[in-house]
């Protein structure tokens, strides 16, 4: 999974909904655990009650001081600081030290991309093809743009992007891929339900999920904290 950006009713659906269908041995996160939505802390605390492994994303990163927030929108600037002013130390110090690259098995996650952790959007094929010189599994999983797709990869051609049918089960064969499962807590792709992929190792098959949550109660607890307006709003949308 990708993107939680602290929104406690979208990371608990997704885990209600992981243990629906069937479960799993552990989760892989590729960033942004917190930033923009109203819980930073209650989703750190949940994240670190499970077998859960993460690399920090921008807003992660941003929230406890690592990164500089000159390059964030003015929305995302003040939700990363009111973020900062929420964590307990030790969910401080657990985003602290957090990864930017993690290798799991014949998996890379990042946040942005290999080349570029924090910042790089990986939505084209060029900039995949580029990237696959900068890690070396054959699967590597990202997050960042919040948009659900794959990139499948031959060597010496090329990358094709392609998207996931919901539930749909898709048999990982011999090719190099960039996965992003998509956003948890905040969704940009029209869809605003929450994404994210299940791997069965046995079958080498990835199978992807959305599932609805409660987006007034993580809606009005937003405005409740005087988070952004705007931001509350984008959730009723997926964009
Ligand atoms: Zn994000």
Same mark, same amino acid.
């Given at each position: 999974m990708a993107d939680i950006h602290g929104n406690l009713e979208a990371f608990q659906a997704v885990l209600e909904d992981v243990e629906k269908n069937g479960g799993v041995d552990g989760m892989l996160c590729a960033g942004d655990?917190? %930033?923009? %939505?109203?819980d930073p802390d209650l989703c750190l605390e949940l994240a670190r009650s499970r077998n859960f492994l993460a690399v920090a994303g921008n807003h992660d990163a941003a929230a406890v001081g690592k990164l500089d927030i000159s390059d964030f929108n003015a929305e995302a600037a003040d939700a990363c600081r009111w973020t900062g002013r929420q964590l307990s130390q030790e969910n401080r110090d657990y985003l602290s030290n957090l990864p930017s690259v993690l290798q799991v098995r014949d998996f890379t996650v990042v946040h942005g991309s290999p080349r570029q952790p924090f910042w790089e959007y990986l939505i084209a094929p060029v900039v995949a093809k580029e990237n696959l010189k900068h890690f070396r599994t054959k699967y590597c999983v990202i997050g960042h743009s919040h948009i659900p797709l794959y990139f499948e990869c031959v060597e010496g051609k090329g990358c094709s992007l392609k998207e996931f049918q919901f539930e749909g089960i898709l048999k990982m064969g011999d090719n190099r891929m960039i996965i992003n499962p998509g956003g948890v807590g905040q969704p940009r792709d029209g869809d605003p339900r929450a994404g994210y992929l299940i791997f069965d190792d046995e079958n080498s098959t990835l199978r992807y999920y959305r599932v609805e949550y409660d987006i007034p109660a993580t809606q009005q607890k937003m405005l409740t904290r005087g988070l952004s307006r705007y931001l509350a709003a984008r959730l009723s949308y997926g964009l």
């Open positions: 655990l917190v %930033g923009y %939505g109203p």
